[in-house]
């Protein structure tokens, strides 16, 4: 399906900041340039806000992410880490993400997702239903394919890696040795967070 894009039209990001980092790190074993995906992904369009979803851990390593999300214009929505009796851990930004695009699709032309996770099927036609324009963007190999067909556009970054990732560590794909990496590994346009 042909969508529509110009200049006038009021576009929104909301990132899945954990589905984004894992499968940069899982499929790439690299980093994840969050402000070119929202460049890219925003085009020439007015972009009203752009929203990372995170999870804030006992360390607080992640403050340096923060920092340079807010550096490239996106806003970062946080919530703790949730550690269970037992040692089981939980965190999810489904719901807060879905009911952040809901608010605000009234608002806007376009509700651009960035995530790959099938759970926002819902999410997409419901706005769509209410008459926004739905794009996901996202690493394709590791993408719901429901999500894919549901969405108006998609847009595949493993089409283009090299524009969306930075600090590539092995361009072989499916090696997983090397170690594993810290969870605030992630980059924003060239800002790594490891101090």
């Not at 340096?64 to 929505?77: Q, S, T």
């Not at 419901?126 to 739905?134: L, S």
């Not at 969405?151 to 890696?161: L, Y």
Request: glycine share 10%; aromatic share 8%.
């Amino acid at each position: 399906m042909a969508i529509i894009k110009h200049a006038d039209q009021r576009v929104a990001v909301f990132i899945d900041t954990q589905n984004l980092y894992h499968s940069a790190k899982n499929i790439h074993r690299s980093k994840v340039n969050f402000g070119e995906v929202v460049k890219s992904a925003v085009g020439d369009r007015k972009l009203v806000r752009a929203v990372a979803y995170v999870v804030t851990t006992e360390s607080g390593e992640e403050q340096a992410f923060f920092e340079a999300l807010a550096k490239v214009g996106i806003e970062a929505k946080t919530k703790d880490l949730q550690i269970f009796f037992g040692g089981a851990k939980k965190a999810d930004w489904d719901v807060g993400l879905a009911i952040d695009a809901i608010k605000m699709a009234p608002k806007l032309d376009a509700i651009i997702l960035a995530t790959g996770d099938g759970d926002f099927v819902p999410l997409v036609e419901y706005v769509k239903a209410q008459g926004c324009q739905v794009e996901v963007i996202t690493f394709g190999r590791s993408a719901s394919a429901r999500l894919k067909e549901a969405a108006d556009e998609f847009i595949d970054m493993d089409e283009d890696p090299g524009r969306y990732l930075i600090g590539r560590r092995n361009e072989q794909r499916g090696d997983n040795r090397g170690g594993g990496q810290r969870g605030g590994d992630i980059m924003v346009s060239g800002v790594d967070d490891e101090g």
